[in-house]
């Protein structure tokens, strides 16, 4: 493992125990990352909920490689050498990046908790802002920066009545602020947006 990941970091490394089952990768296959919120209400939920071993056979679970929590601090749980499970069909190329944010919690599929109207702290999105030119120093190829609901758009049917439908995924939701972050950072959109 590179040890610039590790020792004398801007973030803390608190690395998950299943991340050893997760595949290995060069970091110039780095072209993207993606921006999530944990849709739970904090750190400690989304430690207990990466930790869960999702995929017996390899022996790991769902997680993204960076955690910033509302008061700003970075945790890395996963280095960016290793393919984390957080996006269906983008893995490979990608970094995940997870803000702590309540999202739709605790009803996420539920017809009537579709709104997503919490903001993000100011020092969540400068923490992040940080974090994405901290990383974009050391992946050469990595120029574009995409919301996961961009890259999942999937419909599913609601948990309280199975005829109506909700996203999948929402995050990191309307309350992101994307402007504040290309202004602030060189990545591109991935995917076009008005
Ligand atoms: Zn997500």
């Not at 608190?14 to 944990?38: D, F, K, Q, Y």
């Not at 993000?120 to 999105?125: G, H, R, T, V």
Request: hydrophobic share 35%; aromatic share 8%; proline share 9%.
């Amino acid at each position: 493992m590179d040890d610039s990941w590790l020792t004398d970091t801007p973030w803390q490394v608190r690395l998950l125990p299943n991340m050893v089952g997760l595949e290995s990768r060069s970091l110039g296959e780095i072209n993207t990352i993606v921006i999530h919120a944990t849709e739970l209400p904090n750190l400690a939920k989304a430690r207990q909920f990466a930790e869960e071993i999702h995929y017996p056979g390899s022996q790991t679970g769902n997680s993204g490689h960076f955690y910033i929590d509302l008061d700003g601090t970075v945790e890395c749980w996963v280095t960016p050498e290793r393919v984390a499970h957080h996006v269906k069909g983008y893995n490979r190329p990608s970094i995940g990046i997870e803000l702590v944010h309540p999202g739709r919690y605790p009803n996420w599929l539920s017809s009537d908790h579709q709104n997503w109207d919490t903001p993000y702290p100011e020092a969540q999105i400068e923490a992040l802002i940080d974090l994405i030119n901290q990383l974009h120093v050391r992946l050469p190829q990595l120029h574009h920066i995409a919301g996961h609901e961009e890259l999942d758009q999937t419909w599913v049917a609601a948990s309280d009545d199975p005829d109506k439908k909700v996203r999948r995924k929402l995050d990191p939701g309307p309350t992101f602020p994307w402007d504040q972050i290309y202004t602030n950072t060189p990545l591109t959109p991935l995917i076009a947006r008005d």
